[in-house]
């Protein structure tokens, strides 16, 4: 590989920090060893290869040179792994696993040791733990009773948490239990205290039977996954509500509705569908995987006499070359465990998505949330729809169908197609970074961003082209970022920008809660596995909007949802401690968000983590009469550290924490310890990264209880940046952290 490649891609800063940290190999040293073009040659060279599977006189460089180029053109990219291991030792080009759990002990921690495997890899794993008696059950081979599906999800997650993915990507995992499972009370509120089973997203899997029942106001069966008998009711209302209840409080559990997915799985005749990956948009098969790519549609724009269009040529182009890319991973694929690799080259399935889609808006001088946006939604996914399945016909021409086509539902439409899924609509996270665009099928969320730069500063950062219309429309001043700024990254409401730019320039929470699940459903409709997807509610929504929003999602025939109500998970980053008397303290549904009088923080470092534990001895004070006082005087009340059991010099840390805290008492300002302890972070010589991190996530909290009465939730990376629930994970839009 020529690692003295001169960069010629258009890649922005922040593209070129994520690649960096992420994607490009490095040396012994930990230094760069490739550019951008290196990796997407690496990539498209490796892929190719899978030409010669097939035609040994196959031309691989032309086919190498297509791959290349619609990548480097930030057309299209995979998924994160197959850009990460493609052309290396590693090799697992997959993101998406589902692994099943039996109901023995023997076969529950095979599954772990599968899991742990594959996010050694770089992939994610969804599970569905309905198999699993519940709690109190009879064990017959010990005579004592079962723990029950909870227990060994937290099993599941310890795990995870000890399994590091080479520093490139964290583990993640989907949880899922059917709706008519015993333990299903105890499953929706498993992660109410959000600092439990962190490395798991939950879903509940929702029937037809449920919800008919639900709609009907009538009870439903229980069902002991051990007998497969009835073994009690519940009110399908009252589950509901806790579902909609818990969801309104911290964002999960989702909902999978896993008839609908059964419905439309290719191969019934092979295995039911019983979980997802970690962010929903692949219902699988136990054992089974998917590799994903992503198509950048606002890249896909022409400009006619001042107005842009779809190009529908060079789109079809980019489809049918990225259906052959993402056939010939299956292919050079090499899979972290052999059951995985049977299943996966018998059912073939890809996940050709989009990211974009509200750049592509603008352009198009479309409003998301409207009749127009709705209309280009399905236009797009039927055309993508379309031509990725005539793609997927013509490679089953030259390679033949899917191994188990014969009695899939393809088979029954007399449809012969290389891949069994062909389209679906998945997170993009960090390579819609790369690609510099929005994610997935989701709304811009803001029009202006935070960027970091030197000595913890941060500097807003707004989205080209609204200032390039901006001054092309007249409406540009100098005082406009900051008019938007105040107004919460929006321009509804301003006065300066024309009412058809605001209905243009719309961001995630100026769209009300229907049009956002209008959205998901039109892409749903032309999507063969599932879309990935933040039903956003502003904070002052209810927990019967949350149910509003299931039946309308249900209705509309999508294969789940999730929802995030602003500001419902702030107390996720800033852990909710004890009260004076040791008494937990949580908000209910319909109370306001009432913080303890301490405040844990998560901090990593180099040497594992530590938390630092913010007390306010605000005693039986409320948490908003509490910032009042904070804004208006500046200053906490003490500060300790609970360090990492591998960090060197805890005793000289606890010091630092000891001295900062004494300073609280007297009412002295913090920020100028702060100021000139990073100063002098140097000097600290082995402590530096550590005494660094603690000092970042200090500051973190200062400007977070100071400035935000909403509390938004600080990126636990980079410290600043307030991360967001979008595509159905929490995430980071500025250093490519995501929880997923």
């Given at each position: 590989?020529?690692?003295?490649?001169?960069?010629?891609?258009?890649l922005t800063e922040n593209a070129l920090r994520v690649l960096e940290?992420?994607?490009?190999?490095?040396?012994?040293?930990?230094?760069?060893?490739?550019?951008?073009?290196?990796?997407?040659?690496?990539?498209?060279?490796?892929?190719?290869?899978?030409?010669?599977?097939?035609?040994?006189?196959?031309?691989?460089?032309?086919?190498?040179?297509?791959?290349?180029?619609?990548?480097?053109?930030?057309?299209?990219?995979?998924?994160?792994?197959?850009?990460?291991?493609?052309?290396?030792?590693?090799?697992?080009?997959?993101?998406?696993?589902?692994?099943?759990?039996?109901d023995s002990m023997e076969g529950i921690f095979e599954t772990l040791?599968?899991?742990?495997?594959?996010?050694?890899?770089?992939?994610?794993?969804?599970?569905?733990?309905?198999?699993?008696?519940?709690?109190?059950?009879?064990?017959?081979?010990?005579?004592?009773?079962?723990?029950?599906?909870?227990?060994?999800?937290?099993?599941?997650?310890?795990?995870?948490?000890?399994?590091?993915?080479?520093?490139?990507?964290?583990?993640?995992?989907?949880?899922?239990?059917?709706?008519?499972?015993?333990?299903?009370?105890?499953?929706?509120?498993?992660?109410?205290?959000?600092?439990?089973?962190?490395?798991?997203?939950?879903?509940?899997?929702?029937?037809?039977?449920?919800?008919?029942?639900?709609?009907?106001?009538?009870?439903?069966?229980?069902?002991?996954?051990?007998?497969?008998?009835?073994?009690?009711?519940?009110?399908?209302?009252?589950?509901?509500?806790?579902?909609?209840?818990?969801?309104?409080?911290?964002?999960?559990?989702?909902?999978?509705?896993?008839?609908?997915?059964?419905?439309?799985?290719?191969?019934?005749?092979?295995?039911?569908?019983?979980?997802?990956?970690?962010?929903?948009?692949?219902?699988?098969?136990?054992?089974?995987?998917?590799?994903?790519?992503?198509?950048?549609?606002?890249?896909?724009?022409?400009?006619?006499?001042?107005?842009?269009?779809?190009?529908?040529?060079?789109?079809?182009?980019?489809?049918?070359?990225?259906?052959?890319?993402?056939?010939?991973?299956?292919?050079?694929?090499?899979?972290?465990?052999?059951?995985?690799?049977?299943?996966?080259?018998?059912?073939?399935?890809?996940?050709?998505?989009?990211?974009?889609?509200?750049?592509?808006?603008?352009?198009?001088?479309?409003?998301?949330?409207?009749?127009?946006?709705?209309?280009?939604?399905?236009?797009?996914?039927?055309?993508?729809?379309?031509?990725?399945?005539?793609?997927?016909?013509?490679?089953?021409?030259?390679?033949?169908?899917?191994?188990?086509?014969?009695?899939?539902?393809?088979?029954?439409?007399?449809?012969?197609?290389?891949?069994?899924?062909?389209?679906?609509?998945?997170?993009?996270?960090?390579?819609?970074?790369?690609?510099?665009?929005?994610?997935?099928?989701?709304?811009?969320?803001?029009?202006?961003?935070?960027?970091?730069?030197?000595?913890?500063?941060?500097?807003?950062?707004?989205?080209?082209?609204?200032?390039?219309?901006?001054?092309?429309?007249?409406?540009?001043?100098?005082?406009?970022?900051?008019?938007?700024?105040?107004?919460?990254?929006?321009?509804?409401?301003?006065?300066?920008?024309?009412?058809?730019?605001?209905?243009?320039?719309?961001?995630?929470?100026?769209?009300?809660?229907?049009?956002?699940?209008?959205?998901?459903?039109?892409?749903?409709?032309?999507?063969?596995?599932?879309?990935?997807?933040?039903?956003?509610?502003?904070?002052?929504?209810?927990?019967?909007?949350?149910?509003?929003?299931?039946?309308?999602?249900?209705?509309?025939?999508?294969?789940?949802?999730?929802?995030?109500?602003?500001?419902?998970?702030?107390?996720?980053?800033?852990?909710?401690?004890?009260?004076?008397?040791?008494?937990?303290?949580?908000?209910?549904?319909?109370?306001?968000?009432?913080?303890?009088?301490?405040?844990?923080?998560?901090?990593?470092?180099?040497?594992?983590?530590?938390?630092?534990?913010?007390?306010?001895?605000?005693?039986?004070?409320?948490?908003?009469?509490?910032?009042?006082?904070?804004?208006?005087?500046?200053?906490?009340?003490?500060?300790?550290?609970?360090?990492?059991?591998?960090?060197?010099?805890?005793?000289?840390?606890?010091?630092?924490?000891?001295?900062?805290?004494?300073?609280?008492?007297?009412?002295?300002?913090?920020?100028?310890?702060?100021?000139?302890?990073?100063?002098?972070?140097?000097?600290?010589?082995?402590?530096?990264?550590?005494?660094?991190?603690?000092?970042?996530?200090?500051?973190?909290?200062?400007?977070?209880?100071?400035?935000?009465?909403t509390m938004d939730i600080p990126c636990p990376e980079c410290g600043?940046?307030?991360?967001?629930?979008?595509?159905?994970?929490?995430?980071?839009?500025?250093?490519?952290?995501?929880?997923?």
């Open positions: 590989m020529n690692k003295t490649t001169i960069p010629t891609l258009k940290k992420r994607y490009l190999i490095k040396d012994d040293e930990g230094d760069v060893a490739e550019v951008p073009e290196d990796l997407f040659r690496r990539v498209a060279e490796n892929i190719a290869k899978a030409e010669g599977l097939y035609d040994s006189n196959a031309n691989l460089a032309e086919m190498e040179e297509s791959f290349y180029q619609i990548m480097s053109a930030l057309r299209f990219l995979p998924n994160s792994p197959t850009l990460m291991n493609a052309g290396r030792d590693l090799q697992q080009l997959s993101a998406c696993f589902v692994l099943p759990v039996p040791k599968q899991a742990a495997i594959i996010h050694k890899t770089g992939g994610g794993t969804g599970f569905s733990f309905s198999r699993i008696r519940p709690k109190h059950d009879r064990v017959k081979t010990t005579g004592g009773v079962a723990s029950g599906p909870i227990s060994f999800m937290k099993v599941f997650n310890h795990a995870t948490e000890a399994v590091k993915q080479g520093g490139t990507r964290r583990g993640a995992n989907m949880g899922i239990l059917r709706v008519d499972h015993p333990d299903i009370l105890d499953f929706i509120s498993c992660k109410a205290d959000t600092s439990e089973i962190t490395n798991f997203n939950i879903s509940v899997a929702m029937t037809e039977a449920f919800m008919e029942a639900h709609q009907s106001g009538e009870d439903y069966d229980l069902i002991s996954p051990r007998t497969g008998q009835v073994v009690g009711q519940l009110s399908a209302t009252q589950v509901m509500d806790k579902i909609a209840a818990q969801a309104w409080q911290t964002g999960e559990p989702g909902l999978f509705f896993i008839d609908e997915a059964n419905r439309t799985n290719p191969t019934p005749h092979v295995s039911e569908i019983e979980a997802t990956n970690p962010c929903g948009e692949q219902p699988l098969l136990p054992y089974e995987s998917c590799n994903l790519g992503s198509i950048v549609l606002d890249r896909h724009l022409k400009e006619e006499d001042g107005k842009y269009q779809i190009d529908w040529t060079l789109l079809e182009e980019t489809i049918r070359i990225a259906v052959r890319f993402l056939d010939n991973v299956i292919d050079m694929n090499r899979y972290p465990i052999s059951e995985i690799e049977k299943i996966t080259k018998a059912n073939r399935k890809i996940g050709l998505g989009v990211m974009g889609f509200a750049r592509m808006l603008f352009k198009l001088e479309l409003p998301y949330n409207s009749d127009e946006g709705i209309k280009t939604a399905k236009e797009l996914m039927a055309f993508i729809k379309r031509t990725g399945d005539e793609a997927s016909a013509r490679l089953a021409e030259e390679r033949g169908v899917y191994p188990n086509w014969p009695g899939s539902l393809h088979e029954a439409k007399n449809q012969k197609l290389r891949n069994s899924y062909v389209t679906t609509i998945a997170p993009t996270g960090t390579i819609s970074m790369i690609a510099d665009t929005s994610g997935g099928c989701e709304p811009e969320f803001s029009l202006v961003w935070y960027k970091n730069v030197m000595d913890g500063e941060h500097l807003p950062y707004v989205l080209d082209y609204f200032i390039e219309i901006a001054k092309r429309e007249g409406f540009y001043s100098e005082d406009l970022l900051d008019r938007v700024i105040e107004n919460k990254g929006s321009v509804q409401g301003l006065t300066q920008v024309p009412e058809h730019w605001q209905k243009v320039f719309v961001t995630s929470h100026d769209i009300q809660v229907e049009w956002h699940v209008i959205m998901q459903a039109a892409f749903q409709e032309y999507s063969d596995s599932a879309v990935s997807k933040t039903i956003n509610l502003p904070h002052s929504a209810t927990v019967k909007d949350v149910k509003e929003a299931y039946l309308m999602a249900y209705t509309l025939g999508c294969k789940g949802i999730t929802v995030y109500r602003d500001g419902s998970r702030d107390h996720q980053v800033l852990n909710v401690g004890t009260d004076l008397k040791g008494q937990s303290k949580r908000p209910g549904p319909e109370s306001s968000l009432e913080l303890t009088p301490e405040l844990r923080v998560k901090v990593k470092t180099r040497h594992g983590s530590s938390y630092v534990h913010v007390a306010f001895g605000i005693g039986e004070k409320g948490m908003a009469e509490f910032l009042k006082i904070l804004k208006r005087e500046g200053r906490f009340y003490q500060l300790f550290l609970s360090p990492s059991p591998h960090i060197k010099n805890r005793e000289s840390l606890d010091l630092i924490c000891r001295l900062i805290s004494d300073d609280l008492v007297e009412g002295k300002p913090i920020e100028k310890n702060m100021e000139q302890m990073l100063k002098s972070n140097a000097q600290f010589g082995d402590m530096s990264t550590d005494v660094y991190a603690l000092i970042k996530s200090l500051a973190a909290v200062m400007s977070l209880l100071k400035n935000n009465t600043f940046t307030p991360v967001r629930m979008q595509e159905g994970c929490l995430s980071c839009t500025r250093c490519s952290w995501s929880r997923c």
